[in-house]
Structures are given as structure tokens and as C-alpha cells.
């Protein structure tokens, strides 16, 4: 009687099946752990169906592991370019020379078009004139636009409003489409300018900007600057 009901119920099932073609696109799992006959005949587009499947998701995994390959090398190009930007720092004689080699280094290293540091007070040996430079009291109204980044001390990367790009580039405000700006709430700021709208963005990794205002700051620190 059990063989019977079993019998029954796969032909059931088949006439199910065959009622609905479309199935095993909905549960693709389940085609790729069904059983196909090696034999040629109709079955034959079933088992063409889960290899397919599986290229698909082969296709899936190349995908993803060049990408997690692409992102680890460049992730470790800039460990060492943030490596060899604070060596250069905290290598420097006087606060000046820090200041500059940190300028230099985001400018060669890092590709910026345009790099700006602000900072909160004079550092002798600086030429305030400098195009990359700026000194503004902390307490100006000049800073109003930066206020809240510079209270959380969180680095914005992405297109910034008008104002603060117009603060931090001048009139080369408008060749600037993205930044990566980088507050240092007793120092100053850094920002490191791009012409190209996507090479900074919200949600990209920040670590190694931290780590390069801490290469700064710590370097002002030990100059008392």
C-alpha cells in the first residue's frame, strides 16, 4: 500500500511539474540537488539547466574574489603611502618642515589637485602666504562652516556645501568636486582636494586619514606648535 501511495505521489508530483515549467527557477537550489539521468535524452536541458547554475554562481565568486584581491592591494599601497607620509613627518627638525612635508606628501603620494591645511595658529618658518596655507584663530568666525566637524573631529569625504569649498580653495573652488577633509580639533584642518566627483565619497574607509592627521598633530605636539 506504501509503494502505491509513493507511486501516486510521484506522478503527482511530475503532472505538478509539468503544469508549472517555471518552478525550478524559483528554487534554484533545489534543481542543482535533484539527480539527472546520464543518458541523452530529454533530461538533458535539466542538467544543462544546473550547469548553468553553477557557472552563474562560479562567475559570482571570480567576481567577488577580484574585487576583494583589488581592494587588499590597495589597501596595502596605502599603508605604505601612509607609512612613509608619517616616517616624513615625524622626521623633521622643526614644525615647519613637518607642516611641508605633510603638504608634499598628500600633493606627490596621494595625487590630491589640490591640498589645503589650516591651522589654528602660526608656525615660524611658515610663509602664510602659501597657497596651500592658511592660519585662522580657532575662535573666528571664518570656522563657523567647519564648527561641527571640528567638535566631532570625524573626517567628511565626498562632495562638501559651497561654503567650505569656497573657504578652503578660493577661486579654485570650482575645479574641486570632491574632498576628503580631515579635522584636527586642536591643530587645524587638512584637506586633500579632487577634480574627479568620485574619488572621494560618504562611507569610504577613513583609518588612514586619521592616522595622517595623528602623524601631524603629534609632530606639532612635540615642537609645541
Keep these: 500500500m506504501s509503494d502505491t501511495q509513493e507511486k501516486l505521489g510521484a506522478h503527482e508530483v511530475a503532472a505538478w511539474l509539468r503544469r508549472h515549467p517555471n518552478f525550478l527557477k524559483q528554487f534554484p537550489d533545489l534543481a542543482l540537488s535533484l539527480v539527472v539521468p546520464r543518458e541523452e535524452g530529454q533530461t538533458a536541458s535539466l542538467a544543462s539547466y544546473q550547469l548553468e547554475v553553477l557557472r552563474d554562481k562560479n562567475r559570482e565568486l571570480s567576481r567577488r574574489l577580484t574585487e576583494l584581491f583589488a581592494n587588499a592591494q590597495e589597501n596595502e599601497r596605502l599603508a605604505v603611502r601612509t607609512h612613509q607620509l608619517t616616517l616624513s613627518v615625524l622626521k623633521q627638525d622643526n614644525a615647519a618642515d613637518a607642516v611641508r612635508a605633510m603638504a608634499a606628501s598628500l600633493k606627490e603620494d596621494f595625487k590630491g589637485d589640490r591640498v589645503r591645511i589650516v591651522l ?28 561641527d566637524c571640528l567638535n566631532d573631529g570625524e573626517p567628511i569625504c565626498g562632495r562638501l556645501h559651497p561654503d567650505k569649498n569656497a573657504l578652503l580653495y578660493g577661486d579654485r573652488a570650482g575645479e574641486i568636486n570632491s574632498t576628503a577633509l580631515l579635522p584636527l580639533p586642536v591643530v587645524g584642518l587638512v584637506a586633500v582636494g579632487s577634480q574627479d566627483g568620485n574619488r572621494f ?14 602623524a601631524l598633530a603629534t609632530a606639532l605636539k612635540r615642537f609645541n606648535a
Design 120 to 147: 589654528f595658529k602660526p608656525v615660524s618658518g611658515l610663509e602664510e602666504d602659501t597657497e596651500w596655507l592658511q592660519v585662522v584663530d580657532h575662535t573666528s568666525p571664518y570656522l563657523s562652516t567647519f564648527r
Design 201 to 214: 565619497y560618504p562611507g569610504m574607509g577613513t583609518l588612514f586619514l586619521r592616522m595622517m592627521g595623528e
